[in-house]
């Protein structure tokens, strides 16, 4: 009896602390929020995020935080990989520290994280620091293959979405050496945006889209513009989810109102979640005038597809099975040719790790991918490459 005695009086001694706190204003009442009892126990500026009237909307920024692949984790599986992706590098972009130690320069840098957690609001922003929602870091940052990607407040994305290889290093090597991890990593955006680190082939031009020159803030310009209208009642597209794709009303929609500034007329393909800007030629020569992100889907299933009859399913030695799954060769001596090499790198560069079926620079995307087509494919009629 006595112990319950006991618990209760410290229950009770905590609750009349709590009370004392909200309601001894003496400290804030000068600077602190008028309410109910006179003031609240923060300073005024507190408000700016936690009143009831902030200026800043971090609710609603969270809430489209929770949709987005940084909450959930790469596919968005709703499980994030902070505790798995946490060493070797990994923790450095899939976790809040990680991230932190590496923009403030921390040396040595950890080699794995303690007690990870997901990226979100802090990783990218310090308000508790700067007062305000200002980016942790704007610095440029210098891609693998040594470009300089400067966009703005979009910098603070590139720091981790980027191939972090270099492709002109590509060479022939051994089957054995090439694993299913082999190639760009997952999210290399900043890379394809600047039209740079494919796996370009010897005498060959490229150039880009209007993309690189015309989108001053580059990644967040379409990605974080929020839609207009019903669309905006989905917290899966635009702002903090980073999404351009996302259910709305029962419908996956697309959020173009990013797109529209320069596109007037770019609107959603019909039940497809597609833009319907028609390809200006017959790029993966199928026959047909198509979209254009069917058209580059086109010559990325000349490489790889569901019917086993891709040039990298028919290659010497092949690299994906019949029905489209990577070859692990362990152990194998036998080698692997330079140019079907970064035919493989580029394969995944565009079609497995890009995942915007060359919107983020169709023409750099529609020049590399006829190349590597041709590379395995000599007879394949390359006249419809773009130019520049």
């Known amino acids: 009896m006595s112990y319950i005695v006991s618990v209760k009086s410290v229950v009770l001694l905590a609750f009349s602390l709590a009370l004392l706190g909200c309601n001894d204003t003496s400290q804030t009442a000068e600077k602190g929020v008028s309410g109910r009892v006179g003031s609240t126990a923060f300073p005024s500026e507190c408000a700016d995020c936690h009143g009831d009237a902030p200026t800043y909307a971090v609710l609603g920024a969270r809430l489209g935080y929770e949709h987005s692949g940084h909450a959930l984790g790469f596919e968005r599986s709703g499980h994030g990989n902070a505790m798995y992706a946490n060493g070797s590098g990994c923790q450095t972009c899939h976790t809040h520290e990680g991230f932190v130690a590496k923009v403030n320069a921390v040396e040595p840098q950890p080699e794995f994280i303690a007690n990870p957690s997901q990226p979100s609001c802090f990783t990218c922003h310090k308000p508790h620091e700067s007062f305000d929602f200002s980016l942790r870091t704007t610095a440029p940052v210098t891609l693998a293959n040594g470009t300089v990607f400067d966009k703005g407040g979009s910098n603070i994305c590139a720091e981790c979405h980027q191939s972090r290889t270099d492709a002109s290093t590509i060479s022939a090597m051994p089957a054995g050496k090439i694993s299913a991890h082999f190639g760009p990593h997952h999210g290399p ?119 086993g009859s891709g040039l990298l399913q028919r290659s010497t030695p092949a690299l994906f099975d019949a029905k489209g799954q990577f070859i692990q060769r362990a152990g194998s001596d036998e080698l692997v040719a330079q140019q079907l090499v970064g035919a493989l790198y580029n394969y995944k560069l565009f079609g497995e790790e890009d995942r915007s079926l060359g919107m983020h620079n169709p023409t750099y995307t529609l020049q590399v991918l006829t190349d590597t087509v041709e590379a395995l494919d000599p007879a394949f009629d390359t006249r419809a490459r773009p130019a520049r």
């Open 189 to 307: 955006q900043a890379d394809l945006f600047s039209a740079t680190n494919a796996f370009e082939f010897a005498g060959k031009q490229y150039s880009s889209s209007a993309h690189k020159f015309a989108i001053d803030e580059g990644c967040t310009s379409c990605h974080m513009t929020l839609p207009e209208g019903r669309y905006g009642l989905s917290a899966e597209i635009g702002g903090h989810s980073f999404s351009i794709a996302g259910d709305v009303h029962g419908s996956e929609k697309l959020n173009l109102a990013g797109c529209v500034a320069c596109h007037a007329d770019m609107k959603q393909a019909k039940g497809e979640a597609l833009i319907d800007y028609v390809a200006k030629d017959d790029y993966d020569q199928d026959g047909e005038l198509e979209l254009i992100q069917l058209e580059v889907q086109g010559l990325l299933d000349r490489l790889v597809n569901q019917q």
